[in-house]
């Protein structure tokens, strides 16, 4: 069964730098997603991006933090300039399409095992 | 908006009895409701899914949930609980109509005693 790989598992990172996430989602897939989930607390939405573009996110999607797709089968998060609270488990999802005629179509997000990264 | 409530943060049974894990949403419109486990430092894997067809839901590995709209709720049940059900199971709705992004609950820990 296709899967969504992500790399690296674990990443150990100082503050203030630069990391960058990467994700292959499901090759036919469309829809793509990054999620985190800080330890102890829930699973959080990030941003979702599909053609291209971002076509949403939350609010903890602010100014440090970017997605690209820059080849035909990666995808990935950077986080600018890394701070203590990022540490934490970044999840990458993909999805095959969503229905335009309601929820009734909408199809379900395949996750990776996620990376965990912790900020020292 | 839309929101969901795990009302166990832990459940414990015994291995070879059922199993019933309570999730309850709130949502604008007709949702889509999900349940995903996530075992020890693995991903978050399907188990399955509502859209708005038959209330009663089978999944993977014997699971199964019912939606009942005059109770919000989506509960997961399985008859008979293994070994290898032991993981963390989180209750997702989807959002509003034209958005994508999951909403989770803070998920509940299930334990399996033999």
Redesign the interface.
Known sequence: EPEVTQTPSHQVTQMGQEVILRCVPISNHLYFYWYRQILGQKVEFLVSFYNNEISEKSEIFDDQFSVERPDGSNFTLKIRSTKLEDSAMYFCASSERWGLQGPALNQPQHFGDGTRLSIL | AQSVTQLDSHVSVSEGTPVLLRCNYSSS????L?W?VQHP??????LL?Y???ATLVKGINGFEAEFKKSETSFHLTKPSAHMSDAAEY?CVV?PD?G?????????TRLQVQP
């Open positions: 419109y007709s949702p889509s999900f995903y430092n693995k991903g978050l894997q399907l899914k859209t708005s067809a989180f989807t109509t958005r994508r992004a999951l909403t989770f609950g803070s998920g």
